[in-house]
C-alpha cells in the first residue's frame, strides 16, 4: 500500500518537479490572472488553486422526531495544477474532511505523446461516469449532486485511463484500484468508461448526449459494497439503506443535456446489477442478484449570465456583468426531481423522490451564493443497518415512511 501511494504521488507531483527545476534556469512571469496568478516560464505554467463551500442545513422530519439545523464546512480545498511544455498537464488536490483530516483528492499527471486527441491518465482521479458528477461541485446545478451518484460510489482512485477529445466528443475508458486513502488492500478493483456526443454545439446552442459504464469488485479483505443516500442534504446521515450484499456490481447510465441561450435542460438515468456475494447468499439476506435504478431531470434559467460546457461537462457560468464590473452578477434558477430506488428481489433497501427547487447568485464568476429548497417522500426499506440513529429507529418500530422538508444554503468562492 505504501509503495502505491508512493508511486502515485511520484505520477502527480512529476511535471511539477520538473517545473520548479525549470523556474531556478527560466524567467518567471505572471502569465494571467485567473482568480489566483498563473505563473509561466519557458515551457512550463503553475498555479495554486483551490476552493471553500460552507453550507448551513434545516430540515424538518414528518415522523422521526429529529429537526436538524446544522452548519459545515463542506469543501476546504488547496492544489497546484499546471503543464510541462504542450503535452504534459499535471494536477494535486486536497480537501478537509469531516472529521478535520486532511486528504488527496487528486493526484494526477496527463500526457498527450502525439500531442493529437489522445492523452493518458496515471495516479488518482475520479472514475468517468456520470454528467453531475462530472461536473465540478463548484458548477452543478443543485448544491448536492443526483442521489444514485452517491449511493453507486462513484469516487476517486488510483488509476490510469486513455482518453480522447474532439470538436463534438469525448471518450475515456480506465482501470482503477482503490483510493488513495484506502487502508485496505488495493486488491479490489474497477473498469469504467464514459463517451459522450455533442451534435449541435454552438455559442449559446448545445445538446449533449452520453453515457457510461462501471465494473466494480471488492478485495479479498474487503467487506461486501451497501448501497445508501442521505436525504438529499449532507445533513444529517443516511436515510435509506441496504445491508452489505454485494461483491461485484456493474453499472450503466444514459445522459442527456441541453442549452439554448439563457435556459438550460438535463437528466440522467442509471442502473446498477448486483452480483450478490456468497456470504450474503448464505444469509439468505440475498436471494437474487438485484438492480437498483435512479435519475434526475431538471431546468434552469440564468438571467445576467449562461450555463456552460466544456469537455463533456458544464463548465464555469459565464456572468455578463459581475459587481466588480459595476454590475449585478448573475442569477441562475434550478428545479429537479431527483429519484432513486434500492429495492428489488428480496432486497428491501428503501427508496425516495425528492423535489428541489434552487437559487444561485453568482456576484463574480468565482463566487456563488446559493440556496436550496426540497422534499423528500421516502420509503425507508427494512433494514436500520447503516442509517442515522434517528431513521434506524423508525425502521426498527416499523414505521415505512418519512416526510422530509428542507433548506440547505451555500456560501462558496474559488481560485
Excluded at 183 to 189: A, Q, T, W
Excluded at 210 to 231: A, I, M
Aim: with cysteine.
Amino acid at each position: 500500500m505504501k509503495m502505491a501511494i508512493k508511486a502515485a504521488f511520484s505520477l502527480a507531483v512529476l511535471s511539477f518537479t520538473m517545473t520548479g527545476a525549470s523556474l531556478a534556469e527560466s524567467e518567471v512571469r505572471i502569465a494571467k490572472w485567473d482568480a489566483a496568478p498563473v505563473f509561466q516560464g519557458a515551457g512550463w505554467e503553475f498555479k495554486i488553486g483551490g476552493q471553500v463551500q460552507y453550507d448551513y442545513s434545516a430540515l424538518d422530519t414528518d415522523n422521526a422526531g429529529g429537526d436538524w439545523n446544522d452548519s459545515e464546512l463542506r469543501r476546504l480545498r488547496l492544489g497546484v495544477s499546471g503543464k510541462f511544455g504542450e503535452r504534459i498537464n499535471y494536477k494535486f488536490e486536497t480537501n478537509i474532511d469531516e472529521d478535520g483530516e486532511v486528504i488527496v483528492v487528486d493526484a494526477y499527471t496527463q500526457w498527450a505523446p502525439t500531442g493529437g486527441p489522445w492523452n493518458v491518465k496515471l495516479g488518482q482521479f475520479k472514475t468517468p461516469n456520470s454528467l453531475d458528477e462530472q461536473t465540478s461541485s463548484r458548477f452543478t446545478s443543485t448544491l448536492e449532486r443526483a442521489a444514485f451518484t452517491d449511493a453507486f460510489a462513484f469516487n476517486h482512485r488510483l488509476g490510469a485511463s486513455l482518453n480522447a477529445q474532439g470538436d463534438n466528443y469525448t471518450l475515456s475508458a480506465g482501470v482503477f484500484a482503490q483510493n488513495i486513502e484506502d487502508e485496505s488492500s488495493l486488491k479490489g478493483y474497477a473498469l469504467a468508461g464514459r463517451a459522450t456526443f455533442t451534435p449541435v454545439n454552438q455559442s449559446g446552442k448545445l445538446i449533449h448526449l452520453g453515457g457510461s459504464v462501471r465494473y466494480r469488485e471488492t478485495g479479498d479483505n474487503q467487506s461486501d459494497l451497501r448501497f445508501r443516500q442521505r436525504p438529499v442534504s449532507h445533513i444529517p446521515g443516511q436515510l435509506i439503506s441496504t445491508e452489505r450484499i454485494a461483491d461485484s456490481d456493474v453499472f450503466v447510465g444514459a445522459e442527456v443535456a441541453t442549452i439554448f441561450g439563457k435556459f438550460w435542460t438535463s437528466g440522467e438515468y442509471g442502473v446498477s446489477f448486483i452480483d450478490c456475494s456468497a456470504a450474503s447468499i448464505a444469509s439468505g439476506a440475498c436471494v437474487d442478484d438485484p438492480t437498483f435504478d435512479g435519475g434526475y431531470v431538471e431546468v434552469g434559467y440564468f438571467l445576467g449570465g449562461s450555463k456552460t460546457y466544456k469537455g463533456g461537462k458544464f463548465n464555469r457560468p459565464k456572468i455578463d456583468r459581475s459587481v466588480i464590473n459595476g454590475g449585478r452578477g448573475a442569477l441562475a434558477f434550478v428545479a429537479r426531481f431527483d429519484t432513486i430506488d434500492l429495492s428489488d428481489t428480496n432486497i428491501n433497501g428503501g427508496g425516495y423522490d425528492s423535489y428541489i427547487v434552487g437559487v444561485d447568485w453568482w456576484a463574480t464568476k468565482y463566487s456563488r451564493l446559493g440556496v436550496n429548497f426540497f422534499r423528500v417522500d421516502a420509503d425507508l426499506g427494512a433494514t436500520s443497518s447503516g442509517l442515522d440513529a434517528e431513521f434506524a429507529n423508525l425502521v426498527n418500530a416499523n414505521i415505512k415512511n418519512e416526510d422530509i422538508n428542507g433548506v440547505i444554503l451555500r456560501a462558496q468562492i474559488d481560485f
